[in-house]
């Protein structure tokens, strides 16, 4: 049974830095995608940034600049840098882990809260 536990959340000042880390297990298998989800209150859940095996990187053009993602695929954990953060940037969020076996599958974390402010 594969589990996707974040950590790292919590409260900080406007202008201020976290790091998210989520770690997957349960599985043989290097996930084919790992990925930060974010979803603010009465807002819909919104791709943050993804990274692929091979180390293709996305990102939302909101955080493109000031968040980094990383992985590591022998630990199955991937994490996320999140630098000159601003309110907007507050939200749950959750860690996804993508394996193609023929079909695809989607793994999900509990979520960790974000919460910029002054």
């Known amino acids: 049974q594969v589990q996707v536990v974040e950590s790292g959340g919590g409260l900080v000042q406007p202008g201020g830095s976290l790091r998210l880390s989520c770690a997957a297990s349960?599985?043989?298998?290097?996930?084919?995608?790992m990925a930060w989800y974010r979803q603010a209150p009465g807002k819909q859940r919104e791709l943050v940034a993804d990274?692929?095996?091979?180390?293709?990187?996305n990102y939302a053009d909101s955080v493109k600049g000031r968040f980094t993602i990383s992985r590591d695929n022998a630990k199955n954990t991937v994490y996320l840098q999140m630098n000159s953060l601003k309110a907007e940037d507050t939200a749950v969020y959750y860690c996804?882990?993508?394996?193609?076996?023929?079909?695809?599958?989607?793994?999900w974390g509990q979520g960790t809260q974000v919460t910029v402010s002054s």
């Open positions: 996804n882990a993508v394996l193609f076996r023929a079909i695809r599958y989607d793994y």
């Open positions: 349960g599985t043989f298998f290097s996930f084919n995608v």
């Open positions: 990274m692929t095996r091979g180390g293709s990187t």
